[in-house]
C-alpha cells in the first residue's frame, strides 16, 4: 500500500518529536556548548487483532521512516515476534527490536523501537480504572541513543480504551481517561510525552 497523494493515512498517527539533553532555561547554552537535537518519527496503528494487511502495513512503516512504532490489539506475545521477524526486520534485518509485552484482560498494546537510536530504560502496564479492570494502558520509557539526562527521556502511553456506544462504555472511558491523565500528571517535570491511540478503519483488513 503506498502513501495517498493527500499523505494521510486513517488508521495510524504520525509523530514528530525533537529533544535537546538540557532543560529549558533563561540562559541557554551556546551553539558550542549544545547538542545536536535528535529527533524521532513515531508511528501508531491499530492491528485489527491480528487482522492488519502486513504487507500494507510493512509498506506504511518504509515509507514513512518510522522511528518507533507503537500498535493496538495485539494478542499474544507470538504475535510480537511475528511481528518483528515477518514485518519491520524485513524491511530493515536486525534493526527492531519489541518492548515486553503483557498480557491483559482483553486487547493489548505492543511498542517496537530501533535500538540502534533509542534505549529502552523501562517499561509497565497498568488498569486505569481498577474498579473495572477491561483493557491495559502501557507507558514505555525511551531516551535517545548518546543522551544521558533525565531532559531528554520520553514516554510512550499506549492505550485502546473501550469502544462502542451506551453510557456504561461512555463510564468507563471516562473513568480510564482520568487514570491515564492521572499517570501523566505525575511525569517528572521536563519529560516529554505521548499519548497513542488509534480509531479502527477497514484500510487494514484483509
Known sequence: ???????????HSVTDHSFTDHPIT???PT????????????????????????????????????????????????GVDTFVTNVLNVLEPGQWAAAPFTLG???NNALFYKPAKFTL?????????PANPVRLVNCYRLRPVGYT???????????????????????????????????MNSVPPGTGTGLLNTCCDHIWNK
Open 149 to 183: 539526562s533525565g531532559a531528554a527521556e520520553i514516554r510512550i502511553y499506549s492505550q485502546h480504551l473501550k469502544s462502542s456506544t451506551g453510557s456504561g462504555n461512555e463510564t468507563q472511558r471516562f473513568n480510564e481517561a482520568t487514570g491515564i491523565r492521572d499517570s
Open 31 to 78: 551553539l558550542s556548548s549544545a547538542p545536536a537535537p535528535a529527533s524521532v518519527r513515531l508511528v501508531s496503528a491499530n492491528l485489527w487483532n491480528g487482522h492488519a494487511d502486513a504487507e500494507a502495513f510493512a509498506a506504511m512503516v518504509d515509507e514513512l521512516g518510522a522511528d518507533v512504532v507503537a500498535v493496538q490489539e495485539m494478542r499474544s506475545q507470538a
Open 1 to 11: 500500500m503506498k502513501q495517498s497523494s493527500s499523505n494521510q493515512f486513517t488508521d
Open 26 to 28: 533563561d540562559h541557554p
Open 121 to 129: 530504560l523501562g517499561s509497565w502496564a497498568w488498569y486505569p480504572y
Open 105 to 107: 484482560n482483553d486487547t
